[in-house]
């Protein structure tokens, strides 16, 4: 799913350290965030082609490429979802190239960190790389991005949350390129066997306990919930709280809006109407919304694709998580497009990543392959023509992104460890342990 200023000029000290650390980070491996959980996006969107993308982004090429300099050939990395997602980014490429005189040569990465991080090793990345939300400040840290975010055209007509997930050390790496989040799947049928009815579909806590409780029958759980801080910690934005401060320079996890976030989960889980999907004989969430042990679940929009082939006759809907105490809350997955620190052209990748996140360009690559916008304008647009998205779309206001700060990554693995066995984990004490080894890598 979704990773996390360097300029040119640095002198060869610099550039030794940024690869040096970059070779470190892929050696040491990192932890790919289960935002996608096995669904992957929704290509059956699609009712525009290849070629479709190509004629709209054609549309915008003269208002974002008057002054680009030509016969430029720029090296594109992308963390492909499938064919369909591959043709819309080669066709929109191509479509920016004919009208500069530039050439783009995408290709999809078989393993997405090993590649990037031999690139900047090796100093000859790709121009222009996704570049996940919870990875890019580890690469910004090394030196290995450019920092073009503010001040880039149309820069405010993304949503903020996601702006604000991609700025490290007060500065906003990249922008945007599309967007996914949380919200909570009901399943029709069981939701009208159990009596209840559109007025009941929960809007805070204590009404998703009481209708979770409605749902569950000795084969069904009434919400199914997926393993990890990933699903969990929609529950603690919920509350108020984060796993760490707003300038992410300390570990919070030990306060109290983060445990009594939890404690809320694992009281339902204890109580027998919610339960982990590992408790369910099930990989995630989707699994057990699919396979039908589980009435409600809470996944990202990415469940569309795993309903369709998996179970096309299950009937659901999808709406906004419940409020907590501290309001609305969700998560969200997100990439941008990174701009390389050792790239030689600049300013041709930074006018092809203009064109790539138009308004139109980003609706054709979301009916071409089930990606939400990251701009306000276009979501809106992707709103009104997919209603049945429009919980996941909310989220953009209010949801909070990943943790994206550089070197907590098996800090983030561990604590994922210690809630594997939810219902009896010691809550206080794995927060804790967090807070601990978090403050020792981020060095306090």
Known sequence: ???????????????????????IFATAGSLT???????????????????GASSSATGSSSETSAAVPSGVALRM????????????????????????????????ASNMDQELAQGFAGGDPA???????????????????????????????????????????????????????????????????????????????????????????????????????????????????????EDGKTATAGDAKVVDGLKYVQDNVKAGNFKMSNDLGVGWGGEAFTKEKAAMVIEGNWIK?????????????????????????????????????DSKNKDAAKDLIKFLTTSQQQMAFADAFGVMPSRTDAAEEYKAKYPDDAAFVAGGEYGHGPINVPGLTEVVADLNSQLEKFGDADLAAVTKSFDENAASALGG
């Not at 000029?9 to 970059?22: I, L, Q, S, T």
């Not at 907590?324 to 997100?334: D, H, Q, R, S, Y």
Request: proline fraction near 3%.
């Open 305 to 341: 694709g795993a309903l369709k082939n998996d179970a096309p006759n299950v009937k659901y809907k999808s709406v906004e998580l419940p409020a907590g105490p501290a309001g609305k809350g969700t998560l969200m997955f997100t990439q941008c497009w990174g701009l390389a620190a």
């Open 1 to 23: 799913m979704p990773q996390r200023t360097a300029l040119n000029g640095k002198h060869h000290m610099m550039r030794n350290h940024r690869r040096f650390a970059a070779l």
């Open 33 to 51: 965030l289960a935002a996608c959980g096995g669904g992957g996006f929704d290509s059956s969107l699609s009712s525009t082609t290849s070629a």
């Open 127 to 245: 121009d222009v790389m996704y570049m996940d939300a919870g990875k890019f400040a580890t690469f910004a840290q090394q030196g290995s991005l450019e920092a073009y975010g503010d001040g880039f055209p149309d820069n405010d007509k993304f949503f903020e949350s996601l702006r604000k997930t991609f700025t490290w050390d007060g500065k906003q790496y990249c922008v945007p390129k599309d967007f996914s989040a949380l919200a909570l799947q009901i399943n029709t049928d069981m939701w009208s066997k159990a009596g209840l009815t559109d007025a009941d579909i929960p809007t805070t806590w204590d009404q998703l306990t009481e209708v979770s409780k409605k749902l569950t029958t000795k084969d069904v759980a009434g919400l199914g919930i997926g393993v990890g801080i990933d699903r969990l910690g929609a529950f603690v934005v919920e509350n108020g709280g984060w796993w760490l401060s």
């Open 77 to 108: 990395l992308i963390a492909s979802s499938g064919d369909a997602e591959t043709a819309a980014v080669k066709a929109a490429t191509d479509a920016w190239g004919k009208s500069t005189g530039n050439t783009v040569e995408v290709t999809a």
